[in-house]
């Protein structure tokens, strides 16, 4: 009889243990569940606009999007030429430039994006720079780096012999095929001198 007691003492024993192990888990999981915060991130490709369009301003240059859903959300771009050349829809976030943008004064503008409640000013989202680049095309002509170049080659010097270099140089943006290769050309005395690709 009292091995059955015994026996039944330690069976109650366990099963206390074990309602209150998954009591706790499940507290564990329910404060988990309440204090989890919903993941924010703001959306958005690479911003880019080319240079010199020649359609009516404002051009527009991109989307700052943020996954936050509140019906008062404002947006914000701070930074570089902010408010003056690039301005942003503040309900859209549909960013625009307002001037004609020419890429070999300014290559690229760094700004910041904000979103707020419009109601009492307050952040919904950290802030978050943001690139854009000022695209290229081909409107540099090539010049030539000093306005004489003097050579001179003695009398019967064979033919190919050298006889001065010149260098002309484009400030269109040289990682784009074509923009900034330079090409030579003798156009009066060819008759006795050739130039090559290299000048």
Same mark, same amino acid.
């Given at each position: 009889?009292?091995?059955?007691?015994?026996?039944?003492?330690?069976?109650?024993?366990?099963?206390?243990?074990?309602?209150?192990?998954?009591?706790?888990?499940?507290?564990?999981?329910?404060?988990? #569940?309440?204090?989890?915060?919903?993941?924010?991130?703001?959306?958005?490709?690479?911003?880019?606009?080319?240079?010199?369009?020649?359609?009516?301003?404002?051009?527009?240059?991109?989307?700052?999007?943020?996954? #936050?859903?509140?019906?008062?959300?404002?947006?914000?771009?701070?930074?570089?030429?902010?408010n003056t050349i690039f301005k942003v829809e503040e309900t859209s976030g549909d960013v625009y430039a307002f001037e004609r943008l020419d890429r070999e004064k300014k290559a690229e503008y760094e700004l910041t994006a904000l979103i707020i409640d419009r109601t009492n000013n307050r952040s919904l989202e950290r802030p978050s720079k943001f690139i854009i680049k000022v695209y290229d095309i081909n409107d540099n002509a090539p010049v030539f780096v000093q306005k004489l170049f003097n050579g001179s080659v003695p009398e019967m010097s064979p033919v190919g012999t050298s006889v001065t270099k010149v260098t002309a140089v484009d400030a269109d943006d040289p990682t784009v095929s074509g923009h900034a290769t330079v090409t030579y050309e003798v156009t009066t005395g060819g008759e006795y001198f050739t130039i090559d690709d290299s000048g």
């Amino acid at each position: 009889m009292s091995h059955l007691i015994l026996l039944f003492s330690l069976f109650l024993a366990l099963e206390f243990a074990d309602g209150k192990s998954q009591k706790s888990t499940q507290n564990l999981c329910s404060n988990y #569940v309440s204090h989890k915060r919903q993941k924010r991130d703001w959306i958005w490709n690479q911003m880019h606009i080319k240079e010199e369009i020649d359609t009516p301003l404002p051009h527009h240059v991109g989307k700052i999007t943020s996954s #936050v859903r509140n019906n008062n959300a404002k947006y914000i771009i701070e930074g570089e030429y902010a408010n003056t050349i690039f301005k942003v829809e503040e309900t859209s976030g549909d960013v625009y430039a307002f001037e004609r943008l020419d890429r070999e004064k300014k290559a690229e503008y760094e700004l910041t994006a904000l979103i707020i409640d419009r109601t009492n000013n307050r952040s919904l989202e950290r802030p978050s720079k943001f690139i854009i680049k000022v695209y290229d095309i081909n409107d540099n002509a090539p010049v030539f780096v000093q306005k004489l170049f003097n050579g001179s080659v003695p009398e019967m010097s064979p033919v190919g012999t050298s006889v001065t270099k010149v260098t002309a140089v484009d400030a269109d943006d040289p990682t784009v095929s074509g923009h900034a290769t330079v090409t030579y050309e003798v156009t009066t005395g060819g008759e006795y001198f050739t130039i090559d690709d290299s000048g």
